[in-house]
Nanobody, 119 residues
Framework: RLEESGGGSAQAGGSLRLSCAAS????????MGWFRQAPGKEREGVAS?????RPTYADSVKGRFAIFKDNGTLYLQMNEMKPEDTAMYYC?????????????????WGRGTQVTVSS
């Protein structure tokens, strides 16, 4: 089971931290990632973390976002936010092999949390 929290509203340049409570199986043995989907757009990968905590980031968020795990929770720290970061954000887990930002790789999904960034 995956459950996101921490979404909300922010001003451009501001910060938000998303959390994803994950069961031990996902947290320890799976590739885990954050994805987002804006209205009228396809779902896209934002950041992933493999079982050794090695991160991968989309070019659009490199240097601004950070994915990390702590005590059974997956986090996405979002800094220097932009209006184009506005989307529904999802936490997901998938097989370790091929861990990365590809949506089809992931098997388990949370329900999402809305993030809105105003200019």
């Amino acid at each position: 089971r995956l459950e996101e929290s921490g979404g909300g509203s922010a001003q451009a340049g501001g910060s938000l931290r998303l959390s994803c409570a994950a069961s031990g199986q996902y947290y320890n043995d799976y590739c885990m990632g954050w994805f987002r989907q804006a209205p009228g757009k396809e779902r896209e990968g934002v950041a992933s973390s493999d079982s050794d905590d090695r991160p991968t980031y989309a070019d659009s968020v490199k240097g601004r976002f950070a994915i990390f795990k702590d005590n059974g929770t997956l986090y996405l720290q979002m800094n220097e936010m932009k209006p184009e970061d506005t989307a529904m954000y999802y936490c997901a887990a998938g097989p370790e092999v091929g861990c990365g930002l590809g949506v089809p790789l992931y098997t388990y999904w949370g329900r999402g949390t809305q993030v809105t960034v105003s200019s």
